[in-house]
């Protein structure tokens, strides 16, 4: 049965809205990703909690879900999840007994290690269908969309500072 034309205009129009794009876009940079780390078996979320502990080792966790743009739920089942591998170590903060330090474990750097060339080659995948002036454009674009909104997300992102940069804070 063949849609009708005004049927067929608002189907044209949900598949250009942005927010459908991006989020079919975030479906095949998963699929990407994880069909490239699938020997090392990381999802995006777990590389991106390793690379963040790894850059910060001891960071809190409510810094590494801010530090990822994630809610308190998901970098919890992340955390979970990588500690029953044995990847990283959960525990009391040094600053606060209240707050929960996390930090890799020998096997988690050694994954880390393992999972980079797989990661690149997912990037590179990914961005294949782009010149590298339409990549640079892509990030732009993305970072100004994000930062610009960045009240309206349900999770913050807040990126970690550097030794350097805390210090002289």
Not at 29 to 44: H, Y
Not at 140 to 166: N, Y
Request: some cysteine.
């Amino acid at each position: 049965m063949a849609a009708s034309p005004k049927n067929a205009l608002s189907l044209s129009r949900l598949y250009a809205r942005p927010g459908f794009l991006l989020r079919r876009a975030h479906q095949i940079s998963a699929a990407v990703f994880e069909d490239a780390c699938r020997d090392v078996g990381l999802t995006p979320a777990q590389f991106g909690v390793l690379t963040v502990l790894q850059a910060h080792p001891g960071m809190g966790q409510s810094d590494l879900a801010r530090a990822l743009g994630f809610d308190k739920v998901t970098v919890l089942r992340v955390l979970r999840g990588l500690q029953a591998r044995g990847l990283l170590e959960r525990g009391p903060a040094h600053t606060s007994r209240r707050n929960v330090s996390v930090s890799l474990t020998a096997q988690g750097e050694a994954l880390l290690r393992q999972a980079r060339k797989p990661a690149e080659k997912a990037y590179r995948r990914l961005m294949a269908p782009l010149d590298r002036q339409q990549q640079e454009q892509l990030i732009a674009l993305l970072q100004l969309l994000t930062g610009e909104l960045e009240d309206e997300a349900r999770a913050a992102f807040v990126p970690p500072r550097s030794p350097a940069a805390r210090q002289a804070a």
